[in-house]
């Protein structure tokens, strides 16, 4: 996310805030009920855009995590590529070797 992107979130926020207690204000309660109820709407809001974090963090499904995991395929298939069949053939026998004392 860039920063610019982080102000403008901000900022969206905030004219949320200040709609909500203004609809709020206008559906009839009083200027400290409107204020309380726009918090009160504004922090569930919060809470549940930090568990959509918390959540994208425990299961790594984060830009970066992503970025990483395309940079380490991107390698390893360059190294791959790079291997002569002599050498292919040697590291497909080792790993059926391992497999096989596995078992």
């Known amino acids: 996310m860039r920063r610019i992107d982080a102000l403008g979130i901000g900022l969206g926020i905030f004219i949320a805030g200040g709609l909500a207690y203004v ?3 206008l559906a ?3 200027g400290q009920q409107a204020g309380i109820w726009s918090q ?3 922090v569930i809001g919060l809470i549940g ?3 959509t974090y918390a959540y994208r963090a425990v299961n790594k499904n984060m830009t970066y995590h992503q ?3 395309e940079y380490e395929q991107a390698f390893f298939q ?3 590529d790079e291997l002569t069949p002599e050498e292919l053939a040697k590291i497909q ?5 391992e497999k096989q004392s596995q078992v």
């Open 28 to 30: 009839g309660l009083d």
């Open 78 to 80: 360059k190294r791959l």
């Open 67 to 69: 970025q990483r995991e």
């Open 40 to 42: 009160v709407v504004l």
């Open 23 to 25: 609809g709020l204000q």
């Open 49 to 51: 855009w930090i568990s």
């Open 93 to 97: 026998a080792e790993i059926e070797q």
